[in-house]
T-cell receptor
């Protein structure tokens, strides 16, 4: 069975600080996908990224970057120079054949960026 | 290019009434997923549908809950005889369906917030 742990329930930073959101996963499969979603106060879920288990290259998209470490089963998300608009709940998710590829979500990390 | 549409955005029901939640997938998407988000919790999978077929309903309660995705029209999640514990945000997601859940990325709607009084 798969499991996603986001140990940080809430993180509070001041604008322009860098912040890293942790995600640790468990799966017995060698083929799987990892996701990050953002849920702003308005409530919708915004897709940010999907990575497959065979691609361990880190990815950068503007102020966002992702660090995939298979050795530690982690897929951490870093926001550089945070902004107030980054305030949201961020969900990490895992999908694998054991779960018929239906994503399992972590409980989310609430990020609050103060001006 | 419209995203996933859900309506209503907010729904209030009294105990014992029925709740109907609608989801229109993105254009060109043939797979629909429903999730429930309880307060301060992550999303829990409920059901996965393709047009006119339920593919996986392993996350849906056996009683009072049902889902459909007809050939024409939106997908409907129906909750009969609602109870207070059904109060939650219900999210719908859609995917193109070319490769199934294994390769598709799901795109989420804005959610329907159900409050049961």
């Amino acid at each position: 069975a798969q499991k996603v742990t986001q140990a940080q329930t809430e993180i509070s930073v001041v604008e322009k600080e860098d912040v890293t959101l942790d995600c640790v996963y468990e799966t017995r499969d060698t083929t799987y996908y990892l996701f990050w979603y953002k849920q702003p106060p308005s409530g919708e879920l915004v897709f940010l990224i999907r990575r497959n288990s065979f691609d361990e290259q880190n990815e950068i998209s503007g102020r966002y970057s992702w660090n995939f470490q298979k050795s530690t089963s982690s897929f951490n998300f870093t926001i550089t120079a945070s902004q107030v608009v980054d305030s949201a709940v961020y969900f990490c998710a895992l999908s694998d054949p054991g779960g018929s590829y239906i994503p399992t979500f972590g409980r989310g990390t609430s990020l609050i960026v103060h001006p | 290019n419209a995203g996933v549409m859900q309506n209503p955005r907010h729904l209030v029901r009294r105990r014992g009434q029925e709740a109907r939640l609608r989801c229109s997938p993105m254009k060109g998407h043939s797979h629909v997923y429903w999730y429930r988000q309880l307060p301060e919790e992550g999303l829990k999978f409920m059901v996965y549908l393709q047009k006119e077929n339920i593919i996986d309903e392993s996350g849906m309660p056996k009683e009072r809950f049902s889902a459909e995705f007809p050939k024409e029209g939106p997908s409907i999640l129906r909750i009969q005889q609602v109870v207070r514990g059904d109060s939650a945000a219900y999210f719908c997601a859609s995917s193109p369906g070319r490769g199934g859940p294994s390769t598709d990325t799901q795109y989420f709607g804005p959610g329907t917030r159900l409050t049961v009084l």
